[in-house]
């Protein structure tokens, strides 16, 4: 059985945010054992999975992607958006769109310290949809 379902996240500012709780509150009953795969809908944000206990692993990626990634290069040359979008498109390919997690005994099967994570690259993005894809 596959069940697909689209949920919207909240606005959050430009940064790395743990959006686990939000996600599993919007699931229906997970099966005893399977597969979720989430999908973010956008360009200049990501999904990845991480610490989810030490907010500094979070305040430290953000450090380290703006440190790889600056805003106001003047070699970019799409910048119609404002000076964080094609930043946050370059930040969004290497973060990724999607990511997979087993389900087992009805629970996503993540390890003791992770967490999804919502990576935001713009300074003033609206609400964020994902799709999610649950396998029986």
């Known amino acids: ?3 697909q379902k689209e949920i919207t996240l909240a606005s959050y500012r430009k940064g790395f945010h743990l959006i686990t709780n939000e996600i599993q509150k919007q699931l229906p009953e997970l099966p005893q054992f399977g597969l979720i795969h989430i999908f973010i809908k956008h360009t200049s944000a990501g ?6 206990a030490d907010p500094t692993v979070r305040k430290d990626l953000d450090y380290v992607f703006n440190k790889l990634i600056p805003e106001n290069d003047p070699k970019y040359t799409h910048v119609f958006e404002g000076s964080d979008d094609m930043p946050a498109h370059v930040k969004a390919a290497i973060a990724g769109q999607s ?7 009805h629970k996503l099967n993540l390890g003791i310290w992770q967490g999804i994570y919502l990576c935001e690259f713009r300074n003033n993005a609206g ?5 999610i894809t649950i396998i029986n």
């Open 1 to 3: 059985m596959i069940i």
């Open 47 to 52: 999904l990845s999975i991480n610490e989810n």
């Open 99 to 105: 990511i997979s997690i087993p389900i087992t005994n």
């Open 127 to 131: 609400n964020r949809k994902l799709c």
